[in-house]
């Protein structure tokens, strides 16, 4: 590598035969030659000057197109971020909901009131039926109603004579038979269904017995029902509210066939119907029947 001066000393290069004048021109070509060169030291912009120029310009051209463009999303590729698309997503559509269909609604029992007391008046049912049973000893039977209660005396009259015509009921004994007859026919015996007062005077009057505003009676010639026991139950009885009338008009029909009252007979057992259930069961199973599904009278010892 020679210096500067020595670039400037060296022979022109050329033909051998290039005329002075030729060299004359060489010459005048190395002054300007050093005219530019000494102007680039002082401070005057050349080729590298003009080159390192337009190389910033290009950065700071790259610089705002980084800004504009929101950066790179690989600094080692310099390959532009691609620019994020706002996508509206499209509503989904509220399923249109089908209307519930209107449960039908289930009817109401109707409430039987109870009053405390009543007219102690009755309204005999005019209702009759059949002779149920084979026995030979016929009792013939009217069912009254209390007046103002809510009960329709023919209606109680048809559920009581389908209790004693029932396959368990004092019918199936072949003693007795039964047989339900309307207002203004003879009759032995009156089934009534009174408010507990009138029950309680009813019971006093014909056997003396106190019947607490809460318990039934068989009296001469007739039994009580009380209102209480015939629309509510009793709490030691599980079962249909019809089975335990059945309850109540067997154990009291019993006590008219002659049956006096009975205990459980074990743990387990059916209870006699001729037993108080009312007033616990004792290790018994609650029962309304006389007989068994077996066609077996249900007894127990008997009570005084």
Same mark, same amino acid.
């Given at each position: ?7 400037? @000393?060296? /022979? ?15 010459? @005048? ?64 559509? $509220? ?20 009053? @405390? $007391? ?19 000893? !016929? !009792? ?15 209606? #109680?009259?048809?559920?009581?004579? *389908? ?46 017995? *106190? ?8 009296? /001469? ?21 019809? *089975? ?43 029962? #309304?029947?006389?007989?068994?599904? @077996? ?10």
């Amino acid at each position: 590598m020679h210096s500067a001066r020595e670039r400037e @000393s060296a /022979p022109p290069t050329g033909s051998a035969v290039a005329s002075g004048r030729v060299g004359r021109q060489h010459r @005048s070509s190395h002054r300007g030659g050093r005219r530019r060169r000494s102007a680039r030291r002082r401070g005057r912009p050349g080729r590298r000057g003009y080159l390192a120029g337009v190389l910033v310009a290009a950065g700071l051209l790259g610089s705002a197109v980084f800004f504009l463009d929101g950066g790179r999303s690989d600094a080692s590729s310099g390959a532009p971020r691609p620019r994020s698309t706002v996508v509206t997503p499209t509503p989904t559509p $509220t399923p249109t909901r089908s209307p519930k269909p209107t449960p039908t609604p289930t009817p109401t029992p109707t409430k039987i009131d109870v009053p @405390s $007391t009543g007219t102690g008046t009755f309204v005999t049912a005019r209702a009759g039926g059949a002779k149920v049973g084979r026995g030979s000893h !016929l !009792l013939r039977y009217v069912v009254q109603v209390e007046t103002g209660l809510d009960i329709p005396p023919a209606q #109680a009259a048809n559920e009581i004579a *389908d209790i004693l015509a029932a396959p368990r009921g004092w019918s199936h004994n072949g003693v007795a038979s039964f047989q339900l007859v309307s207002a203004g026919e003879p009759y032995d015996l009156k089934v009534k269904i009174a408010t507990p007062g009138t029950a309680d005077a009813l019971c006093w009057e014909g056997i003396h017995q *106190d019947t607490e505003g809460e318990y039934n009676c068989e009296i /001469p010639n007739g039994v009580v029902v009380n209102l209480k026991r015939w629309v509510k139950g009793s709490p030691t009885f599980v079962g249909p509210i019809h *089975d335990y009338r059945a309850l109540i008009i067997n154990h009291e029909i019993g006590h008219a066939l002659g049956h006096p009252h009975m205990a459980c007979a074990g743990p387990g057992q059916p209870a006699p119907v001729m037993m108080q259930q009312i007033k616990g069961l004792h290790g018994c199973i609650a029962n #309304a029947w006389p007989y068994d599904k @077996s066609g077996h009278f249900v007894s127990g010892p008997h009570m005084p």
